[in-house]
C-alpha cells in the first residue's frame, strides 16, 4: 500500500487503468489454489511414478540416449552464476558464460571436425531444419535430397519449416539390404541440388559413406548436410568434417543431458569457415580490451533478428545455452579419453547384444550395414506386442518397434544399447526375447 | 602505503580448458568393458584417425575450479535486480528445479509407449489445461522451444488457417504487419512462413497508429497481425478490441507476442482481446530459468478454430484418469520439434502456476506493474520519459538529457554495473532514440528498487559532474569494455593449439 501511495495511486486495481474495462477479468482465474512445498513434491512424486518406463533397464535409443552423467554436471550447471543468468548482452559481468560458450564451440568443432560452430540450437531436430535453410542460402537452389533413413521426426520438422522456404524436399530410399541410403542419395543429385542431407549412423543404426558423399554433392555444387542424433559416435566415427562435409548438425544429448521425455537438448551445428557469416543463431568470439585483457563477446551479430529482422539467417534468439554449459561440462570431464572409451564400449557391448540375439531363435538383423551402437532386430512376432510383454513382465524397455513411424515394418525393432548397459542388463534382454 | 588489486590474481585470470589440459589427466571413471573385446564390423575408413587431438585432458578438481571460477565472472538473478526490458528476469524457484530432477521423469525417454509414460503426458495436460484459462485461448502446443519457435509456429497457424480457407486465393494474402516497435523475432518469423512484411507506425502516444493500420489493412492482401500487448514501450494497446476487428474485417487474424504476458496474468486475457492466436514464454512470465541464453519454452496458445492447425502429436485426455497423444490432425502444420518439446520446462512452469495458486498469479502481475511504476516515478525527473501513459511492468527512459554531455544509453548502462546492478535492456526499442527498457519484475523489494533509483539518479548526476566517469564505466569489472568492432572484423571463433 506505502508503494501504492508512493505513485498516487489508492488500490492496485488502479494500476490496470489503462486496461478498458470491460477487458478486464471480472473473477478469480480457474486454476488451483497455492499448493505448499510438501503438497507440490507429492503431487509431482506420485505423476513421476506414474512413469513406469523411467524405472525399467532400457535399451531405447532413437534419438534419445541413456549415457553416464558424471555428478559433477548438474552440480555446475546449477550454480545460480550460470543458471539464472541472461543472454551474455554485457560481456564484462557475463564472462563466465562467454568463455564457456567459447569452449562449447571449440568442442563441437573438435569433435565434428568442422571449423566454426555455434552458441546451440534448439536440438538436432531443429539444427537439421536451419542446416536445410542455410544450404539453400548459400547455393541459392531449391531442391533439397534427404535420406528416408533419417530420423522421421527430424524429417517431419524438416517438411514443417521448409513448407513456405519455396524449398523441393525429396527423399531418397534406404537400401533393404544394407539399411544405408547414400548410393540412392547420390544419385538423386543433379545440377537444382542444394544439399543431400544424411543422418550417420542413421535411424537404423547403420553408418553411412560420408566421403562418397561429399564427393558426389560437391561434384554438383551442391552441399552435404550430415545429422548425428547419437553424437557419442563421434568418439569413434570419422568426423564428418573428415570425410567432407559441408554443415554438420547433431543432437547433443548423448552428451551428459538427462532423458527427460525429450527435452531439453541441444542442437550442434557447425559449418566451414567460408560459411560463417551464413550460420544461423549466436556466435562468440575472442576480444579485448583497452588494457589488452582476453574476453570473448557476441560478434556477428548483423546475421540476428535483432539486427537483421526479417532478412536475418533465421529467427532464433533463445538457444540451449544451459544444456550447452552441462554438454561443455561433460565433454570437459571426460576429456578426449573418456569420450573415447564411452564411445568404444557403446560400440563393444552393442556389438555383443547383436551377436547374441541374432543367435535367438526366430531373431535375425535385417541390415548388414555397419553399426555404432544401435541395429535393427527382425522379431518373430509383431514388435509391439513384444515390447509391451518384455517392459510388463521382464522390467525391460527393450527397444523401439519401428511400426511407430514405418507401418511396414510390424517385426522390427531398434536396439540401442550403451555404456551404462551392464553385461548382466543385455544378457536379460537376450533371455526375454527367447523366453517370450 | 598503497594497496593495489593483483591483477595476476589466479581466479581473475582462468585460461581456457584447451590451455590447462596436460597430457594423460583423466576426469572420468567407467566400468572396465565387461563383455569380450571383439574387432568391431566397422570398416577403418568410418573410424577416426585424429585420436581426438586437441580435446581436453584433465581431472575432476580442474573442472570444478575451471568452472566456479569462470561462474564468478557471471551476474545473475540470485545476486540481485536484473532490469532487463522484454526479458522477465524473476526468481526461479529452487523447488521447481527439485520437480524436474524426480526420477520419475528425469529418466524417461521421450518414445517410452504412451501407457508407460501417463504421468508425464498428465504434465503436459495440465500445464495446457492452466495456460487455455490464464490465455483465453484453448487450442495450446507446447512443443515450441522458445518464444521465436512459438512465433513461428503461431505464424504458420494462420499461413494454413487461410491456405484452408480461401484456397487457391490465399496467394494474394501474404502480407504480415508488425509495429515498428517490435521485437526482430517477429519479421525473422513472418518470413520464415513465407510473409512478406509491412511495417505499422507507432503514435506520439507510443500506440499502434489505427489509421496508419486501416490503410494497410485496406488493401486486401493482409494476413495478419503481430502485436506485442503490453507493446515493447511498456504501453498496453487499450484499442487492442478495435486493432482485432479491424483486421478481422479486412480478413486477416491477430497474432499476439506474449512476451509481454507478465503484465495481464489474472487480470486480462489476449483471448477475450479478439486475439487469434498467442506464444507464450514459460522461461520469462512462469519462471524458468534464462540459463544464460536457454532452454525457453514457447506454447503456441489458440482459438478454437486455429486448434486443428496446431503442431502434432497434439496430448489429450482419454478418459477421466489417462492420456494419449493424438496424431490425427490431418490439417496440423507437422511438428517444430522431435519429441514434445522442452519437456524439463514445463515442469517447472506448472510447479510455478501450483505454488502460486490463482490469487498469487494475479499477485506476482500486480507487483511486475506497482515495481515498473515505481521506478517510473522515480527516475521521471532525472531522464526522460518518451510517452506520457502509465506504463504497466516495464518503462522506457532515454538518454535525451544526458547525450548532451556526450553521456550515452550504453555509458549509463556500463556505469550502472558499478552500482552493482545489471543493465536494463538499452537501445530496444529500436523507434526510441537511446531506449533504456526498464522492467523490475516482482521479484525484487522496495529497498532495492530505491538503491537502484538512487543508483540511476547518481548517474545521471555524474553524466552532468564528472561524465568521464561514466563514460569510462565498468571500473570494477574483470575486464572492461571489449572491441566489439574488431571482434567481428576478424573474427576469432574457436580456440586452436598455437
Known amino acids: 500500500m506505502e508503494m501504492l501511495e508512493a505513485i498516487g495511486l489508492g488500490s492496485a486495481e488502479e494500476l490496470f487503468d489503462s486496461i478498458p474495462q470491460d477487458l478486464r477479468l471480472q473473477r478469480p482465474l480457474n486454476t488451483p489454489a497455492a499448493l505448499s512445498e510438501i503438497e507440490l513434491l507429492h503431487s509431482f512424486e506420485q505423476m513421476g511414478a506414474r512413469n513406469s518406463g523411467a524405472r525399467r533397464i532400457s535399451f531405447m535409443g532413437g534419438g534419445a540416449y541413456s549415457h553416464y552423467i558424471p555428478t559433477i554436471v548438474d552440480h555446475i550447471l546449477s550454480r545460480s552464476e550460470f543458471f539464472t543468468a541472461y543472454t551474455p548482452y554485457q560481456p564484462e559481468i557475463s564472462q563466465g558464460t562467454l568463455q564457456t560458450i567459447f569452449e562449447f564451440q571449440t568442442l563441437v568443432c573438435q569433435l565434428t571436425g568442422m571449423e566454426v560452430a555455434n552458441a546451440s540450437m534448439y536440438d538436432g531436430s531443429t539444427a537439421m531444419a536451419e542446416a536445410v535453410l542455410m544450404a539453400e542460402r548459400v547455393t541459392k537452389r531449391s531442391k533439397v535430397v534427404a535420406s528416408s533413413a533419417a530420423h522421421p521426426q527430424y524429417l517431419e520438422v524438416v517438411r514443417t519449416y521448409v513448407q513456405h522456404a519455396g524449398i523441393h524436399l525429396e527423399l531418397a530410399a534406404f537400401d533393404e539390404t544394407t539399411g544405408q541410403s547414400w548410393r540412392a542419395l547420390a544419385n538423386a543429385i543433379d545440377d537444382t541440388t542444394a544439399a543431400l542431407v544424411v543422418q550417420s549412423p542413421n535411424f537404423f543404426g547403420c553408418i553411412e559413406d560420408l566421403a562418397g558423399l561429399a564427393d558426389a554433392a560437391h561434384a554438383k555444387g551442391a552441399l552435404l548436410v550430415v545429422a548425428i542424433t547419437e553424437a557419442m559416435s563421434l568418439g569413434l566415427l570419422k568426423s564428418p568434417g573428415a570425410c567432407g562435409a559441408d554443415i554438420v548438425v547433431a543432437e547433443g544429448q548423448s552428451f551428459g543431458v538427462p532423458l527427460s521425455f525429450g527435452g531439453p537438448y541441444v542442437g550442434l551445428f557447425a559449418t566451414r569457415e567460408k560459411y560463417a557469416r551464413q550460420i544461423p543463431g549466436r556466435l562468440v568470439g575472442e576480444a579485448y580490451d583497452k588494457k589488452g585483457r582476453r574476453g570473448f563477446v557476441l560478434t556477428l551479430a548483423t546475421r540476428e533478428q535483432h539486427i537483421r529482422r526479417e532478412k536475418a539467417t533465421s529467427n532464433i534468439c533463445t538457444n540451449e545455452g544451459l544444456i550447452a554449459l552441462g554438454a561443455t561440462v561433460y565433454l570437459e570431464t571426460m576429456g578426449r579419453r573418456g569420450v573415447q572409451e564411452a564411445a568404444k564400449q557403446c560400440a563393444q557391448k552393442a556389438a555383443y547384444a547383436a551377436r547374441a540375439i541374432s543367435k535367438v531363435k526366430g531373431y535375425s538383423l535385417p541390415f548388414t550395414g555397419p553399426f555404432f551402437n544401435e541395429f535393427v532386430v527382425r522379431a518373430p512376432v509383431k514388435a509391439t506386442e513384444l515390447l509391451r510383454d518384455l517392459g510388463d513382465e521382464k522390467g525391460i524397455e527393450g527397444g523401439i518397434a519401428l511400426s511407430r513411424f514405418m507401418p511396414d515394418r510390424q517385426n522390427d525393432f531398434l536396439v540401442c544399447v550403451t555404456e551404462t548397459n551392464s553385461r548382466k542388463q543385455i544378457d536379460a534382454l537376450v533371455e526375454g526375447l527367447a523366453t517370450l | 602505503m598503497t594497496i593495489n588489486k593483483v591483477t595476476t590474481h589466479i581466479s581473475q585470470n582462468e585460461q581456457l580448458i584447451f590451455e590447462r589440459s596436460q597430457t594423460g589427466r583423466i576426469g572420468y571413471r567407467l566400468p572396465a568393458l565387461d563383455v569380450e573385446e571383439v574387432d568391431l564390423n566397422i570398416p577403418s575408413e568410418f573410424r577416426r584417425d585424429d585420436d581426438l587431438e586437441g580435446m581436453p585432458e584433465v581431472s575432476e578438481v580442474d573442472v570444478i575450479r575451471h568452472f566456479i571460477r569462470m561462474s564468478t565472472w557471471n551476474y545473475s538473478i540470485d545476486l540481485g ?269 506448472l510447479a510455478y502456476t501450483l505454488t502460486h495458486g490463482n490469487d498469487g498469479l494475479r499477485e506476482a502481475t500486480e507487483a511486475a506493474v506497482l515495481n515498473a511504476r515505481y521506478v517510473a516515478a522515480g527516475l521521471v525527473e532525472d531522464y526522460e520519459k518518451p510517452f506520457t501513459g502509465s506504463p504497466m511492468h516495464e518503462v522506457v527512459f532515454t538518454d535525451k538529457r544526458q547525450s548532451r554531455k556526450g553521456v550515452h544509453t550504453l555509458d549509463i548502462a556500463k556505469r550502472l554495473i558499478d552500482y552493482g546492478f545489471h543493465p536494463m535492456t538499452i537501445y530496444f526499442p529500436l523507434i526510441v532514440q537511446g531506449a533504456m527498457l526498464i522492467e523490475p519484475t516482482e521479484s525484487v523489494g522496495r529497498q532495492e528498487l530505491d538503491q537502484f533509483v538512487a543508483a540511476m539518479k547518481s548517474i545521471a548526476q555524474e553524466a552532468v559532474e564528472n561524465p568521464e566517469l561514466v563514460l569510462n564505466a565498468p571500473h570494477d569489472t574483470r575486464i572492461g569494455r571489449l572491441d566489439e568492432a574488431a571482434a567481428a572484423r576478424k573474427p576469432v571463433l574457436r580456440w586452436k593449439p598455437s
Open chain 2, 81 to 349: 535486480m536484473y532490469p532487463l526490458g522484454s526479458c522477465t528476469m524473476k526468481y526461479n524457484s529452487r523447488l521447481n528445479e527439485r520437480v524436474a530432477r524426480i526420477a520419475g521423469f528425469a529418466n524417461l525417454h521421450p518414445l517410452t509407449d504412451e501407457h508407460d509414460a501417463q504421468g508425464a503426458l498428465e504434465v503436459i495436460y495440465e500445464l495446457q489445461q492452466h495456460l487455455a484459462e490464464i490465455t483465453g485461448l484453448p487450442g495450446i502446443s507446447l512443443q515450441p522451444a522458445a518464444g521465436a519457435h512459438g512465433e513461428m509456429t503461431g505464424i504458420m497457424i494462420i499461413r494454413a488457417f487461410l491456405d484452408a480457407r480461401d484456397g487457391a486465393a490465399a496467394s494474394h494474402r501474404r502480407t504480415m504487419l508488425i509495429p515498428d516497435s517490435a521485437h526482430g523475432t517477429n519479421p525473422a518469423s513472418a518470413h520464415l512462413s513465407g510473409f512478406s512484411v509491412k511495417t505499422i507506425r507507432s503514435t506520439a502516444e507510443g500506440l499502434t497508429d489505427l489509421e496508419h493500420l486501416r490503410e494497410l489493412c485496406a488493401h486486401g492482401e493482409v494476413a495478419g497481425l503481430m502485436l506485442t500487448n503490453p507493446n515493447t514501450l511498456g504501453l498496453f494497446e487499450r484499442n487492442i478490441k478495435q486493432i482485432c476487428d479491424i483486421v478481422h474485417e479486412a480478413g486477416g487474424l491477430v497474432y499476439m507476442d506474449g512476451a509481454n504476458m507478465n503484465a495481464l496474468v489474472g487480470v486480462a486475457r489476449p483471448g477475450d482481446m479478439g486475439v487469434d492466436v498467442i506464444h507464450l514464454n514459460l522461461h520469462k512470465t512462469f519462471s524458468t530459468p534464462h540459463g544464460g541464453g536457454g532452454p525457453g519454452c514457447g506454447p503456441c496458445c489458440c482459438t478454437k478454430e486455429l486448434a486443428p492447425f496446431l503442431p502434432v502429436p497434439r496430448i489429450v485426455k482419454a478418459s477421466d484418469t489417462t492420456y494419449r497423444l493424438d496424431y490425427n490432425q490431418p490439417k496440423s502444420i507437422g511438428r517444430v520439434k522431435a519429441f514434445f518439446g522442452n519437456y524439463g520446462m514445463m515442469l517447472r512452469a
